[in-house]
């Protein structure tokens, strides 16, 4: 195109050189074009993501049910509620600012950066229930094993032989009945019978599955995401003993993966929400805003995906 | 853009240079201030929108609730959730991202990005779908099967009928 302004610049014997112009060839503005590129790229890499999990999941022999994993689904959709009431809330403050209601706008902007706020919060509630559980991203301090088998059980054994806890259970032990709640009073005698089963050579396999439940049962359906069948890590904090929960490691990995890239996408979208609300919102801002709104939009239809695929299947 | 604003705009039809003296930003501008005066959308239409969202929201969450009759066939519930969920994408993508008064760019930046991603996961499917199919002895050993959830389903129920304390009394 440069090669064909100069030329006719050229043609046209102007004395001033010649006057380079500039023609869009798609009938959008440079910074849309230039989200809409980069929404692009981001359905590749959300689609790879969601894939990816979609094809891990069913080529799993186990998957653990998602209240076997401490997911809660009626917190999951009040997360979808918020996501959509913030992509309302940015089309409202465009709308806004298109007809320069300025303040008008501000106030939708602002509602949008609260309910994305909202999001995170609740995602971060969700997050320490799952680390409350023993169930992190990654390896070391991950307390899931896959099956109640003999590693599971020498990983128990560990535990409970490690001097801190050893000398934990000494103080449990010494207590007199009247200074322990009814939960610690069982949670006692039940630890005992766990040291019992895991240190017995002649043990059953069903054995260790009883220590398993003992310490942290799969919750049924319909517990709350902190709930809980009172197994003795509930009951004693500070025990932190190996769990049980088939496939629960490729599912906290897919997890966190996911949620955490969505979060991260969230975070940035406040940031740019926030950097936004410093500018006054009128029609000269609208390309701006719309952007903005075009990023929102899309990090909102990732979890319209995320949460039936995380929290109902 | 589409054949009929090319006709409007006789600018479009003569090569290149058509709009002397704008600069980038001047260009931008204008296509901006076009886009402020489209009357699609409006109000009215995004709160439609929004309650359709919510309807549909609802409606995947309804696979969740006792309500739904087909609890003892999963696919049933997923093939219904992904439906609802590619619903409420398309209204967002069309209402709130605008797309459905874009013009026809809109298929070259998302047809071959959506055909990307139908084949980066299919190509996944024969070397990590199907990884259980064949196993090594090492893996086979560490991997969780079906076996184990019932192993400490039989174990909760021994807890909650009492076998476990009896066994410990014994």
């Known amino acids: 195109m440069n090669a064909t302004a100069a030329s006719i610049g050229h043609d046209s014997h102007d004395h001033h050189g010649p006057v380079l112009q500039y023609q869009p060839g798609l009938p959008l503005s440079r910074g849309k074009l ?8 981001e359905i590749m890499f959300f689609a790879a993501l969601l894939g990816s999990y979609v094809v891990l999941r069913f080529g799993a022999a186990v998957w653990p049910k998602p209240h076997h994993v401490h997911l809660s689904e009626p917190i999951g959709a009040f997360n979808t509620f918020v996501l959509i009431c913030s992509s309302v809330t940015v089309v409202l403050a465009l709308e806004a600012a298109k007809a320069n209601k300025r303040s008008l706008a501000k106030t939708w902007m602002l509602v949008t950066l609260v309910l994305g706020s909202l999001f995170l919060g609740v995602k971060a509630y969700e997050y320490s229930s799952k680390f409350d559980h023993g169930i992190y991203p990654w390896a070391p301090r991950g307390r899931i094993y ?3 088998d003999l590693y599971y059980g020498s990983a128990v054994r560990a535990r409970l032989s490690d001097p801190v806890i050893l000398e934990k259970m000494k103080e449990l032990d010494g207590q007199e009945e009247s200074e322990l709640s009814d939960a610690e009073i069982i949670g006692r005698r039940r630890l005992k019978q766990v040291r019992d089963m895991v240190n017995n050579p002649d043990q059953q396999a069903f054995d260790l599955a009883v220590v398993a439940d003992q310490i942290m049962p799969l919750p049924a359906e319909g517990a709350d995401s902190h709930g809980h069948g009172g197994g ?8 932190q003993l190996p769990a049980v929960i088939p496939g629960g490691n490729m599912w906290a990995s897919t997890y966190f ?4 890239f969505h979060a991260i996408h969230v975070i940035v979208g406040l940031i740019v929400f926030g950097i936004l609300l410093l500018y006054q919102l009128g029609p000269q801002t609208a390309g701006m805003i719309e952007n903005a709104g075009l990023y929102w939009h ?16 | 853009m589409s054949n009929s604003e090319a006709h409007k705009n006789p600018s479009a039809t003569h090569g290149p240079i058509t709009s002397p003296g704008k600069s980038p930003d001047e260009i931008d501008h204008a296509i901006e ?7 699609h959308g409006g109000t009215m239409q995004y709160m439609a929108v929004f309650v359709a969202l919510c309807f549909l929201t609802t409606m995947s969450f309804l696979t969740y609730s006792s309500y739904w009759p087909w609890r003892d066939e999963p696919q049933v519930g997923w093939a219904f959730m992904m439906a609802v969920s590619c619903t409420k994408a398309l209204l967002v993508v069309l209402f709130f991202m605008h797309v459905l008064w874009e013009a026809n760019w809109k298929y070259v930046l998302t047809i071959p990005a959506a055909m990307m991603a139908i084949f980066l996961t299919i190509m996944l499917v024969p070397d990590i779908g199907l990884r259980n199919r064949m196993v090594s002895q090492e ?9 184990d959830v019932l192993l400490l389903e039989k174990a909760a129920d021994a807890d909650s009928s009492g076998e476990v304390d009896k066994h410990e009394h014994e």
């Open chain 1, 34 to 41: 230039i989200m809409w590129l980069f929404l692009s790229t």
């Open chain 1, 146 to 148: 896959e099956r109640p």
């Open chain 1, 232 to 239: 003795l890590n509930d009951t004693f904090a500070w025990l």
């Open chain 1, 257 to 260: 993966f996911l949620t955490g």
């Open chain 1, 298 to 313: 899309f990090v909102d239809l990732v979890w319209i995906f995320l949460f039936p695929l995380l929290y109902l299947f």
């Open chain 2, 33 to 39: 201030e076009e886009h402020a005066h489209d009357h």
């Open chain 2, 139 to 147: 893996r086979a050993l560490h991997m969780a099967r079906g076996s």
